[in-house]
């Protein structure tokens, strides 16, 4: 049974840049199965997805954070990871990562496996 | 981008209740919605794909149905469980996005 595991340094203050790690266990990151994805949720509020990576270092993100957002990949730790630039207030978020079963032309994409969360808190 | 709406944004039931919820989309996105439960400072968890395909281990009493804009959730014999925030979402085309969810209370 796959599962995913976020980790971070804590609080961030503005300006700075949030970085998160997801680290899976009971399955690859290599594998050409799966996109590997973060989701956010501002506390109170609803979901946002942020973007995806794949095997072989294709990245897909959403538009409104496309500027600011990297997703990497470290296929020999079997782990993802996020960076967020110039944060403000507006990013302090529970933080998801997540995997998607790539079955696109029959099933589309749907978040199969969780990690627990992780809040971010973005304050000086 | 593709908006979700979901309605209602909240509903009280009781356990034994049919409840049914829905999620419209700006635009077609063909059977590409997927719903989740979410419970109070829990990951969500993936209950229906493909607008109506039951995820493995989720119990048959939920249900999904539509295609094109119009989708709905079905829960048929509310249990104590089930009581949470539910979220519908497309992957028609990218940004992939969220209903805002629908809070299923007790009466």
């Known amino acids: 049974q796959v599962q995913l595991q976020e980790s971070g340094p804590g609080p961030v203050k503005p300006s700075e840049t949030l970085s998160l790690t997801c680290i899976v266990s009971?399955?690859?990151?290599?594998?050409?199965?799966?996109?590997w994805s973060w989701i956010r949720q501002p506390p109170g509020k609803g979901l946002e997805w942020i973007g995806y990576?794949?095997?072989?270092?294709?990245?897909s993100y959403n538009p409104s954070l496309k500027s600011r957002v990297t997703i990497s990949m470290d296929t020999s730790k079997n782990q993802f990871s996020l960076n967020v630039i110039s944060v403000t207030a507006a990013d302090t978020a529970v933080y998801y990562c997540a995997r998607v079963p790539v079955v696109a032309v029959l099933y589309g994409y749907f978040f199969d496996h969780w990690g627990q969360g992780t809040l971010v808190t973005v304050s000086s | 981008d593709i908006q979700m709406t979901q309605s209602p944004s909240s509903l009280s039931a009781s356990v034994g209740d049919r409840v049914t919820i829905t999620c419209r989309a700006s635009?077609?996105?063909?059977?590409?919605l997927n719903w989740y439960q979410q419970k109070p400072g829990k990951a969500p968890k993936l209950l229906i794909y493909?607008?109506?395909s039951l995820q493995s281990g989720v119990p048959s009493r939920f249900s999904g149905s539509g295609s094109g804009t119009d989708f709905t959730l079905t829960i048929s014999g509310l249990q104590p469980e089930d009581f949470a925030a539910y979220y519908c979402q497309q992957s028609y085309s990218i940004p992939w996005t969220f209903g805002q969810g629908t809070r299923v209370e007790i009466k």
């Open positions: 635009q077609s996105i063909s059977t590409y």
């Open positions: 493909a607008a109506s």
């Open positions: 009971g399955g690859s990151v290599s594998s050409r199965s799966y996109y």
């Open positions: 990576i794949f095997y072989s270092g294709t990245t």
